[in-house]
């Protein structure tokens, strides 16, 4: 036993019988050998030294929480590593410098993860890398294969890559992160598609000139290729399908989403299309997604809208849903902005299409900025409401932001023989045009049917089917009760063409000076 191995042996001594640690609760590895393997336990004390066999580096590797370095045996000085990466098998490595001779201490008083540790000294042979995608795997598809990845078991370097298909080479830049080596071919391999250079079944070959240890030139590998070089073969698929138009996305200049579409509108149906033909039953998946990843106690909205592949084309069907902020996350504020995903398209050869998306290669994704709609919807009635309804005279309902309802028909509810009874003059019987004086408002015209309601009785006029594009019940709001029977409208008319008189929206006498939908000498005006 050397010097250094007493002193160890001797301050640990010590060290345990001061410590309220006991010795059998911690693991000691004694003095560390290259090349063995060590196990330790999660959330026990693990120990042991290394006495340096040459000058130079050593490697030590963790699969559970580092076994951090230290150069006296009380633990109190850290030694800071040269280089620290992600060994091929996701393992910690760590790299320190080491002196003939000298003693380095291993120890963690209170590891949070247990695992397996090994150091390496001197030269370790250069393995035969980690290769993703694997060549000789199926075809290799630029819709998923945005870059090939190699993974050493060290740190290396490389001098040159060279990528070849029939006539079309290129040599390849490379990014080297310690024992990662990334090949970003996408866009050349592209290029070569769209310039007709590479089609479907050809064979592309990658050859990696120069491969040797990043911290000891003289350390090459032999994969049978030569002496640091290695060549890899792949067979390419065919050029993915590409998104050729898109249609209520931001993209496409759709920038808001809103908190509802009406049912039978193309404003709430978001359409991707492609240059190819679709497989049918690919099944896409779609996720429309609201809330605060910050804040998930008061969680988040998921929905599947539905959607539907035909041709070229798929089409995410938004309409006839109320997606209301304080219903969608109750207790949320509204938050800015909602996100569409689209997954899994896939075209006729079986090939996901392209989405040009390196993170997530299988899905498009869309953020919408968030627009809850809200409109003031108001009417105004001729006749006048209260009066008498006559039939066969002429209807006039006059709907502040008209043009974003829809609706079936004018429905009137009646007393007939002291029964309810119901009359509807379908909406294709109507006529209608904005006013002139409010481009906001639109004038609806019918003729008033004969009823022959009982006398005196009242009659509810309304709209069947009434939607709006707020996504609201705005019933309440286009609505009016008249009489029936054979007096007063001679009246009401006189009334209404009063040059002094001004009514608000409900027929009722108004100040001049009131707010809100004004009545006067049969003309409306809006006071704000």
């Not at 980690?130 to 290799?140: Q, R, V």
């Not at 000139?209 to 000891?216: A, L, M, Q, V």
């Not at 953020?367 to 006749?383: G, H, K, Q």
């Not at 015209?445 to 009434?466: C, K, R, Y």
């Amino acid at each position: 036993m050397n010097i250094a191995s007493i002193k160890y042996l001797i301050v640990a001594a010590v060290a345990a019988a001061t410590s309220s640690i006991s010795a059998q609760t911690m693991t000691d590895w004694g003095e560390i050998m290259s090349g063995t393997v060590y196990e330790y336990e999660a959330k026990t004390p693990v120990a042991g030294f290394y006495v340096a066999s040459s000058t130079g580096q050593i490697r030590c590797y963790s699969t559970g929480a580092p076994i951090n370095a230290y150069s006296d045996a009380e633990h109190n000085v850290p030694i800071e590593s040269a280089d620290s990466y992600y060994g091929p098998e996701g393992e910690k490595v760590r790299l320190y410098p080491t002196v003939q001779g000298e003693t380095i201490y291993f120890y963690n008083n209170y590891p949070l993860d247990g695992g397996t540790f090994r150091l390496a000294d001197g030269t370790e042979e250069i393995t035969m890398p980690t290769i993703s995608p694997a060549p000789g795997n199926g075809e290799i598809s630029m819709s998923e294969d945005y870059s090939l990845l190699l993974v050493f078991n060290i740190p290396v370097k490389i001098s040159k890559c060279k990528m070849e298909s029939g006539s079309a080479s290129a040599e390849m830049p490379l990014t080297i992160t310690h024992s990662s080596v990334a090949v970003n071919w996408h866009s050349t391999l592209m290029d070569w598609y769209e310039t007709g250079k590479i089609k479907g079944g050809d064979v592309m070959t990658l050859t990696f000139t120069g491969i040797r240890d990043e911290y000891d030139s003289l350390n090459r590998p032999d994969y049978g290729d030569g002496l640091g070089k290695l060549i890899l073969r792949f067979t390419l698929a065919a050029e993915p399908a590409r998104l050729t138009e898109q249609y209520q996305t931001p993209q496409s200049g759709t920038a808001d989403f809103l908190s509802y579409y009406l049912p039978d509108g193309d404003e709430g149906v978001v359409r991707l299309v492609f240059n190819r033909e679709l497989q049918p039953d690919c099944e896409p998946e779609v996720i429309l997604q609201y809330g605060d990843p910050d804040n998930l106690e008061l969680g988040l909205y998921i929905e599947n809208p539905p959607v539907s592949v035909s041709g070229h084309a798929v089409e995410v069907d938004l309409r006839g849903v109320k997606r209301l902020p304080e219903e969608m996350v109750p207790g949320l504020a509204v938050q800015p902005t909602i996100s569409l995903r689209i997954s899994g398209i896939k075209s006729n050869d079986g090939q996901y299409v392209l989405t040009g998306n390196v993170a997530s290669p299988y899905t498009f994704e869309y953020i919408y900025s968030f627009r809850t709609l809200s409109y003031s919807i108001a009417a105004d009635w001729y006749p006048l409401p209260g009066s008498e309804l006559k039939g066969g005279e002429n209807m006039e309902i006059w709907v502040l932001n008209g043009n974003r309802i829809k609706f079936d028909s004018v429905d009137f509810t009646f007393m007939k023989n002291l029964e309810y009874q119901n009359f509807s003059i379908p909406y294709q019987q109507l006529s209608s045009y904005p006013d002139p004086d409010y481009p906001e408002a639109m004038i609806f015209n019918l003729t008033a049917p004969e009823l022959d309601a009982d006398s005196n009785s009242d009659i509810a006029v309304s709209f069947g089917g009434l939607q709006c594009a707020d996504g609201l019940d705005h019933t309440q709001d286009i609505y009016v009760r008249y009489r029936s029977g054979s007096t007063g409208v001679t009246e009401a008319a006189a009334e209404s063409d009063d040059t002094g008189a001004w009514y608000d929206i409900n027929g009722r006498p108004a100040a001049r000076d009131s707010r809100g939908i004004l009545i006067h000498n049969g003309k409306k005006t809006i006071s704000r």
